[in-house]
């Protein structure tokens, strides 16, 4: 009862920020730090120095994975000053004003373009990093040119669980104009598979998107699959925005701001977002514009480990961070961590659609993330901050304690779908 009432206490408060209307980070639910001394779960069958070496092995995978990014797109990549991959040569602004450009391209920061995204009333600007400068001087150098301004990289984003095109798949599709708020997705593009086929509109936010991704089809399936595949919100409509396409740089920061705006604009009360990367202020201001509006973001806490640094979107306050689990209900020893984690679902041999006719039984905290949004989006259907408490308080009490007695750091409040994914 006691954590009952402290949830919708948290809620209600949630609601009167949200009316407000201010940039500040918004908390649904509530945030709950890590705990240094305890980054896995107890899990029987592994030994101390096993689970060591999964960790240094996770941790040297992701150091490998941004190398070897960084080495085979110089052409379109390069590290920000923290060394994450970002955009090469180009500095995104948001808050920024005329006057403001002037001083920019007065210190050799050349204006690239100019936009406005209507869905979260959002104005940003991108900049060109003069010659001979590396990104991350230039980051410093324009932040210190603008201090009223948010000035960073246009980081990129990775998917949490394994992806790859589908060069000969069909594209899914819907009607123009369907009835009814649809689920929001940001990822790959999604195949006209069986399961989904029908009920899927697409956007593209990168060169060559909307393309047919294996990561984007399953994520896809896992919320609305009705047939071979399950989903956790079978049957409904999906508004599916492919910020990847066939872009070596694609997954970027702006890219996901925009496609933020879109589903904002389509009325999509609940989006999955199964990717990770770093703190990014563009990004972090456009999923609080989306929040705003009524927007319920559901993200997975990614794939690199505890070890690994705080995985964003997911750490954003707000947004319900998913982990997930395996048959035996144990966290994932390689799932990553946010700032906080909300909630656990299936994650291991989930049977999910992977092209236009396969499937396959996947594992990742990218599949857990699908279900817990889906029985979100069966309880809120679309935007509309004076239904939020109803709709967590209706999920936190469906969720299947796990772990330490009462919410915990590994699987938050708890199980969600234990039963989907094909388990």
Request: some cysteine; hydrophobic content about 45%.
């Amino acid at each position: 009862m006691r954590v009952l009432i402290t949830l919708t206490l948290t809620i209600s408060l949630l609601i009167i920020g949200m009316a407000a209307r201010v940039d500040a980070q918004i908390a649904v639910p509530s945030v709950q730090l890590p705990d240094a001394a305890r980054n896995l779960p107890s899990l029987p069958d592994i030994g101390a120095e096993p689970l060591i070496a999964v960790g240094d092995t996770l941790a040297q995978a992701r150091i490998d994975r941004i190398t070897g990014l960084l080495r085979d797109r110089r052409d379109r990549v390069e590290p920000d000053r923290y060394g994450q991959p970002a955009v090469r040569g180009v500095l995104v602004a948001t808050g920024i004003n005329d006057a403001m450009i002037a001083r920019a391209q007065q210190d050799g920061f050349a204006l690239i373009d100019r936009e406005r995204i209507a869905g979260l009333d959002l104005d940003i600007a991108r900049f060109a990093v003069p010659r001979g400068q590396s990104l991350a001087r230039a980051q410093k150098r324009l932040a210190k040119r603008l201090p009223d301004a948010a000035i960073d990289a246009d980081h990129l984003y990775f998917a949490s669980g394994p992806g790859g095109t589908l060069p000969a798949a069909t594209l899914a599709s819907a009607p123009a104009s369907p009835a009814g708020a649809p689920l929001g997705l940001i990822d790959g593009g999604v195949a006209a598979h069986p399961s989904v086929a029908g009920r899927v509109e697409q956007r593209g936010f990168a060169s060559g998107a909307p393309a047919a991704s294996r990561h984007g089809t399953a994520v896809a399936s896992l919320l609305i699959g009705d047939g071979t595949v399950r989903g956790a919100a079978p049957g409904r409509r999906l508004a599916a925005a492919d910020v990847y396409g066939s872009d070596p740089a694609g997954g970027n920061a702006s890219a996901i701001a925009r496609a933020l705006g879109w589903l904002a604009e389509r009325g999509v009360a609940v989006t999955t977002i199964s990717l990770v990367g770093p703190d990014n202020k563009l990004l972090a201001i456009a999923v609080s514009r989306a929040q705003q509006r009524g927007m319920l973001i559901v993200a997975a806490v990614g794939n690199d480990g505890p070890a690994a640094p705080p995985a964003y979107p997911a750490s954003y306050k707000g947004v319900f961070a998913v982990t997930g689990v395996d048959a035996r209900d144990r966290a994932l020893p390689e799932a990553g961590r946010a700032l906080h984690v909300d909630f656990a679902a299936p994650g291991a041999g989930v049977l999910a659609a992977t092209g236009g006719a396969s499937t396959d039984r996947l594992r990742g905290t990218s599949f857990a993330a699908p279900l817990v949004a889906g029985r979100l989006a069966q309880r809120y259907a679309a935007p509309a901050t004076g239904q939020i408490a109803a709709a967590v308080t209706a999920l936190v009490l469906e969720a299947r304690d796990l772990g330490k007695k009462g919410r915990d750091k590994i699987y938050g409040h708890g199980l969600i779908c234990g039963t989907c994914g094909g388990r």
